[in-house]
Structures are given as structure tokens and as C-alpha cells.
């Protein structure tokens, strides 16, 4: 079964959401884009966000999310109100940040933003997310647990 990614944007990660469909691609992932999909800088992220978390809230050990806006942390918000969903949030610098959200919370969801790394430092980023694996440690499937709970 091929690993699939829904990617969803606003104006502000649309031409970023772009680069990294095609970039995602090149590892063998299906991509489904929620949007937008043309640019429109009155646009709202909820309405394109919403449609990525409810295909990861519906499979959260199947499918995963990136999600991208000016600073991510809306669309951080968003994602994290639907149930099964755990939204980690990127604005470039340390790496570590993205490791530890796999490894340690299973993160299914990542919320980039865009205004503040360029597009190679995402793709990066999406590389580094998309191959560590969860460690499944007793402490962190504990933790993930209460978090659900």
C-alpha cells in the first residue's frame, strides 16, 4: 500500500503546498491536495485545513497530513480540534523539533510556516518528518494515550 499525504494551504503556503506536493511525490507517496487551489489571498486556512485533518482523523495510522500557512500555527489549531489528530508545528530552525514529533508523539499532522523558511528548508523538514518512525516506546504510547483520553 502506498503511504498517502493530504496537503492543504492558504494564500500564504500555497506556492510552498505546490513545491512540496511535487517534492513528496519523488519518495512514492499518493498526495491528495485539499486545497487551495488557486491563489487567492482573501482565502481562510480553516476551510482547507479541515478537509486534511478529517482524512487524518478518519485513518491516523494510515494516512498523514502537511498543512501550511503563514506561520503554521493556525493551521496547527485546526487540525488539532479533530479527534486521533496530533499537530506538530514548524517555522524553520532546529530540526530536532521534527524528530521528537515523530518519534515521541507520533505526530500524523505537520503545520509549517511558510513565511518563515524557504521552500528547500521545508522539503528538509517534510523529508526528515516523513522518515522517522514513531519509537513506540511504552512512556510515549502512554502519553499518547492520555492525550486521546
Not at 499525504?5 to 491536495?33: C, P, Q, R
Not at 480553516?46 to 503563514?70: H, M, N, T, W
Request: aromatic share 10%; charged share 35%; net charge negative.
Amino acid at each position: 500500500m502506498t503511504p498517502k499525504i493530504y496537503f492543504a494551504a492558504d494564500h500564504a503556503g500555497f506556492e510552498m503546498k505546490n513545491a512540496l506536493i511535487e517534492y513528496v511525490k519523488e519518495f512514492d507517496f499518493e498526495v491528495e491536495d485539499c486545497g487551495a487551489y488557486e491563489l487567492n489571498k482573501d482565502d481562510d486556512y480553516p476551510e482547507f485545513v479541515k478537509k486534511a485533518a478529517q482524512a487524518v482523523s478518519d485513518k491516523p495510522e494510515e494516512v498523514r497530513a502537511i498543512v501550511l500557512g503563514g506561520s503554521g500555527q493556525g493551521e496547527d489549531m485546526v487540525a488539532d480540534k479533530f479527534p486521533n489528530v496530533r499537530s506538530a508545528e514548524y517555522y524553520g530552525g532546529n530540526l530536532e523539533i521534527i524528530k521528537i514529533s515523530r518519534e515521541h508523539n507520533d505526530a500524523n499532522v505537520l503545520s509549517l510556516g511558510a513565511r518563515f523558511m524557504t521552500i528547500d528548508e521545508a522539503k528538509e523538514a517534510v523529508k526528515l518528518w516523513l522518515a522517522t518512525p514513531f519509537s513506540g516506546d511504552e512512556r510515549h504510547e502512554r502519553r499518547i494515550d492520555e492525550i486521546e483520553n
